[in-house]
Nanobody, 123 residues
Framework: QVQLVESGGGLVQVGGSLRLSCAAS????????MAWFRQAPGKEREFVVW????????YYTNSVKGRFTISRDNAKNTVYLQMNSLNPEDTAVYYC????????????????WGQGTQVTVSS
């Protein structure tokens, strides 16, 4: 098990940027693939991006390609999500998730979740 705590959300105008962080507890962070999901009001939680255990592989959902960048620092037990060119459709609660082994875009394959951080993009 790993405990996850997200931070960095907030209110931003269209076209702005935010950087989310997810800090993990424990000494086995590097054994987990990490992902970001998001959930907008009235919608299901959806996949955004995952990053492999050593950070050499990533996979983005189409709607954020070229705008969002995931990275991780295994020495700091932290994964980041840099979000640029934000638009109102990016408004959601963003969740960090961890799973042992390879990355996945399947929500139910992640056993470890943070509490979420709100991102609101205003027009």
């Amino acid at each position: 098990q790993v405990q996850l705590v997200e931070s960095g959300g907030g209110l931003v105008q269209v076209g702005g940027s935010l950087r989310l962080s997810c800090a993990a507890s424990g000494r086995t962070f590097s054994s987990y693939s990490m992902a970001w999901f998001r959930q907008a009001p009235g919608k299901e939680r959806e996949f955004v991006v995952w990053i492999s255990r050593n950070g050499d592989s990533t996979y983005y959902t189409n709607s954020v390609k070229g705008r969002f960048t995931i990275s991780r620092d295994n020495a700091k037990n932290t994964v980041y999500l840099q979000m640029n060119s934000l638009n109102p459709e990016d408004t959601a609660v963003y969740y960090c998730a961890a799973r042992a082994g390879e990355g996945s875009f399947w929500r139910n394959s992640y056993a470890n979740w943070g509490q979420g951080t709100q991102v609101t993009v205003s027009s």
